[in-house]
């Protein structure tokens, strides 16, 4: 039972599992770069699945962002993960972290970043994409209550669909990536919120992708990045069983999470 000086959120399995737990085994060993991380945060996976792409030593420190401890409050005052503490020194917000790992390990591949400044900014506009406009939908359509109202929830269902397929329609023809061959910045963005589109067909009567999609060329070019990212070793590796999971997307479902994600969704504005 949560007591009355507990977050309600705080109640969280302890430990990554699944092949999740192997990667934070295997980088126990006290290194200058450290990831203080949550397990089950979908903005610390996408810096967890950099730093596994490219390979980069790191030490996983696991924390519970609810029950925040001394030493991640005094690198990052929000006590929010991810948090990476490099050679002593502090850096936070997710997709900064993942360009960062971009710069400052520039021996360490794929590249995030294309060399073609056109390329380059297209991917940041399709990252700022991914923050500002996909994952506020995902969360509308998935706090929405009551079930009952079937209009509002197929108005949010249709606006996160929608948003979906903005980003589909850019997706590199042969793919299987968003530029092409190799991933960059934009698929470790967004990757963590497709590795958990399961949660409204098990929350909301389904994701609601137009039937007959695979003869729809965006759609089936969606198809296909979905099934890369959710194959590709460093983002499936990041990933815990889907049981534990469970009961976190289950507060969101019924919208009584408390994470400032949850708090900002009910009050209409986007990502904190």
Same mark, same amino acid.
């Given at each position: !039972?949560?007591?009355?000086?507990?977050?309600?959120?705080?109640?969280?399995?302890?430990?990554?599992?699944?092949?999740?737990?192997?990667?934070?085994?295997?980088?126990?060993?006290?290194?200058?770069?450290?990831?203080?991380?949550?397990?089950?945060?979908?903005?610390?996976?996408?810096?967890?699945?950099?730093?596994?792409?490219?390979?980069?030593?790191?030490?996983?420190?696991?924390?519970?962002?609810?029950?925040?401890?001394?030493?991640?409050?005094?690198?990052?005052?929000?006590?929010?993960?991810?948090?990476?503490?490099?050679?002593?020194?502090?850096?936070?917000?997710?997709?900064?972290?993942?360009?960062?790992?971009?710069?400052?390990?520039?021996?360490?591949?794929?590249?995030?970043?294309?060399?073609?400044?056109?390329?380059?900014?297209?991917?940041?506009?399709?990252?700022?994409?991914?923050?500002?406009?996909?994952?506020?939908?995902?969360?509308?359509?998935?706090?929405?209550?009551?079930?009952?109202?079937?209009?509002?929830?197929?108005?949010?269902?249709?606006?996160?669909?929608?948003?979906?397929?903005?980003?589909?329609?850019?997706?590199?023809?042969?793919?299987?990536?968003?530029?092409?061959?190799?991933?960059?910045?934009?698929?470790?963005?967004?990757?963590?919120?497709? !590795?958990?589109?399961?949660?409204?067909?098990?929350?909301?009567?389904?994701?609601?992708?137009?039937?007959?999609?695979?003869?729809?060329?965006?759609?089936?070019?969606?198809?296909?990045?979905?099934?890369?990212?959710?194959?590709?070793?460093?983002?499936?590796?990041?990933?815990?069983?889907?049981?534990?999971?469970?009961?976190?997307?289950?507060?969101?479902?019924?919208?009584?999470?408390?994470?400032?994600?949850?708090?900002?969704?009910?009050?209409?504005?986007?990502?904190?």
């Amino acid at each position: !039972m949560t007591t009355k000086s507990e977050h309600p959120d705080s109640n969280l399995y302890p430990h990554a599992t699944g092949p999740a737990a192997s990667i934070v085994e295997a980088h126990q060993t006290p290194l200058p770069l450290k990831l203080f991380s949550g397990w089950f945060c979908p903005f610390v996976q996408r810096a967890w699945s950099v730093l596994e792409e490219k390979k980069i030593p790191y030490q996983y420190i696991e924390v519970n962002p609810y029950h925040k401890p001394a030493s991640l409050l005094a690198l990052n005052p929000r006590g929010l993960v991810p948090t990476l503490q490099y050679d002593d020194k502090p850096l936070y917000e997710s997709t900064v972290l993942c360009e960062f790992l971009e710069d400052a390990y520039p021996d360490h591949g794929p590249r995030l970043l294309p060399r073609d400044p056109y390329e380059r900014a297209r991917v940041r506009i399709w990252t700022d994409f991914c923050t500002s406009r996909l994952i506020p939908a995902f969360h509308r359509f998935l706090q929405w209550q009551p079930l009952s109202d079937g209009e509002g929830l197929g108005r949010v269902r249709g606006e996160f669909v929608g948003r979906l397929r903005e980003l589909a329609e850019e997706i590199d023809g042969e793919g299987p990536f968003f530029l092409g061959k190799e991933p960059t910045l934009v698929d470790f963005v967004v990757a963590p919120w497709i !590795m958990r589109l399961w949660v409204f067909d098990h929350f909301k009567q389904g994701l609601g992708i137009p039937e007959g999609a695979d003869e729809d060329a965006v759609w089936a070019r969606f198809g296909k990045w979905r099934q890369a990212l959710e194959e590709r070793p460093s983002i499936k590796n990041t990933t815990s069983d889907r049981e534990h999971y469970l009961p976190i997307y289950q507060r969101y479902a019924d919208d009584t999470a408390q994470s400032e994600l949850a708090k900002a969704t009910r009050q209409g504005k986007g990502v904190p």
